[in-house]
């Protein structure tokens, strides 16, 4: 089996992600559940993992919930994971 995936906090994603958290408390578990699979298989389909367009070129994205999604960027090579922004779609491509 293949070596985990390393997660990358980056600033701007632990400071929105406390915000997030603050404001929607019922979603830590399924935070905490997402971050696991990322670190686990970030190609899990049940993840949503798909290649973000124009402004986001490059970077990547996975479903939190219906509403709410994480952007991120996988760096296969150094199997690293680095988390970006979360929030509602249009928060976080627009």
């Known amino acids: 089996m ?3 995936y390393v997660l ?3 600033e701007t994603f632990v400071r929105t992600a406390k915000k997030f958290l603050r404001t929607r408390p019922a ?7 997402v971050l696991h699979k990322l670190e686990s298989d970030p190609f899990d389909p049940s993840l949503r ?6 402004a986001l070129e ?12 994480i ?13 970006l922004d979360i929030g509602s779609h249009d928060d976080v491509y627009g």
């Open 27 to 33: 979603l830590r578990n399924t935070l905490s559940e």
């Open 2 to 4: 293949d070596a985990a």
């Open 8 to 10: 990358v906090w980056t």
């Open 71 to 83: 952007v991120l960027r996988v760096i296969v090579r150094d199997r690293e994971i680095v988390l």
């Open 49 to 54: 993992l798909h290649a973000l367009h124009g």
């Open 58 to 69: 490059g970077k990547q994205a996975v479903r939190l919930t219906y509403s709410y999604r």
